[in-house]
């Protein structure tokens, strides 16, 4: 059974670098093609996809954050990992990860999400 | 970035109806499309991905058509457990894009 579970800090402070850990189970990221992706979602707005990291090691960040985002994976290949640097009151959301088969690819497997709020 | 316009933005529709969403690209995706439900306070849920495949588990009242540039999803006799937002994602053209979401509520 795939389970994803992510985790962080609740809430933080404007300019602080926000930290987030993806765990999951029932698949390994050192399988040929896997992929977990980071997609977030301010409250009542849509879905949009951030970065994400390969069974191979290879990391794809979205263009329009790819400055302030690290993409990151533990050597046991259990968890993912998601730094943001200098948040600000846009980047309060829920955020997601995510498998899929391909860089390229539909998400068939969500984790339940973890609310990040920043305020002063 | 490819630009996922979907439509409408909500909709209302009574129990047994047949509903239509759709979700145009600003270029063509190749029918690499899918479609997700979301229910408040839970994470998005795939129904359909390469434009018209079923995922496991998933009604056979949801189905999904197009090509090209125009997609849409068709939810047959609607049930109470389908209000939910939907959102169509492009994946031939990186990043991958979300659609705006369309809410259906009951009539």
């Known amino acids: 059974q795939v389970t994803l579970k992510e985790s962080g800090p609740g809430m933080l402070q404007p300019s602080k670098t926000l930290s987030l850990t993806c765990s999951f189970s029932?698949?390994?990221?050192?399988?040929?093609?896997?992929?977990v992706s980071w997609i977030r979602q301010p409250s009542g707005k849509s879905l949009e996809w951030l970065a994400a990291i390969d069974w191979d090691g290879d990391k794809y960040y979205n263009p329009s954050l790819k400055s302030r985002l690290t993409v990151s994976k533990d050597t046991s290949n259990t968890q993912v990992f998601l730094k943001i640097t200098s948040v600000d009151i846009a980047d309060t959301a829920t955020y997601y990860c995510a498998r899929s088969l391909t860089i390229a690819a539909w998400f068939a497997y969500w984790g339940q999400g973890t609310l990040v709020t920043v305020s002063s | 970035d490819i630009r996922m316009t979907q439509s409408p933005a909500s909709l209302s529709a009574s129990l047994g109806e047949t509903v239509n969403i759709e979700c145009l690209a600003s270029e063509d995706i190749y029918s690499d499309l899918a479609w997700y439900q979301q229910k408040p306070g839970k994470s998005p849920q795939l129904l359909i991905y390469?434009?018209?495949s079923l995922q496991n588990g998933v009604p056979s009242r949801f189905s999904g058509s197009g090509s090209g540039t125009q997609y849409s999803l068709k939810i047959n006799s609607l049930q109470s457990e389908d209000v939910a937002t939907y959102f169509c994602q492009q994946y031939n053209n990186y990043p991958n894009t979300f659609g705006a979401g369309t809410k259906l509520e009951l009539k």
């Open positions: 390469n434009a018209n």
């Open positions: 029932g698949f390994s990221l050192s399988t040929s093609g896997m992929v």
